[in-house]
């Protein structure tokens, strides 16, 4: 089995006031609050999400 690669995915600016399905973005990325970092598979709904939201988050791939 393929070993799925790996993004480490940080919240770097708040949801308060922002698009109700932005805020669904980040919680679905599994991020709850600032400077909060999460692991998470590079599946294309994942990029979906992280491009939708992209210029809350700062993403790296993880080593």
């Known amino acids: 089995?393929?070993?799925r690669r790996k993004?480490?995915?940080t919240l770097v600016?708040?949801?308060?006031g922002r698009l109700p399905a932005h805020k669904a973005c980040v919680s679905g990325l599994?991020?709850?609050r600032?400077?909060?970092?999460v692991l998470?598979?590079?599946?294309?709904?994942?990029r979906g999400m992280i491009n939708r939201v992209a210029y809350m988050?700062?993403?790296?791939?993880?080593?």
């Open 13 to 16: 600016k708040s949801v308060h």
């Open 34 to 37: 600032r400077h909060q970092t």
């Open 40 to 46: 998470v598979d590079d599946t294309p709904e994942n």
């Open 57 to 63: 988050l700062n993403v790296e791939e993880a080593s």
């Open 7 to 9: 993004l480490r995915v």
């Open 30 to 32: 599994g991020l709850r």
């Open 1 to 3: 089995m393929t070993e």
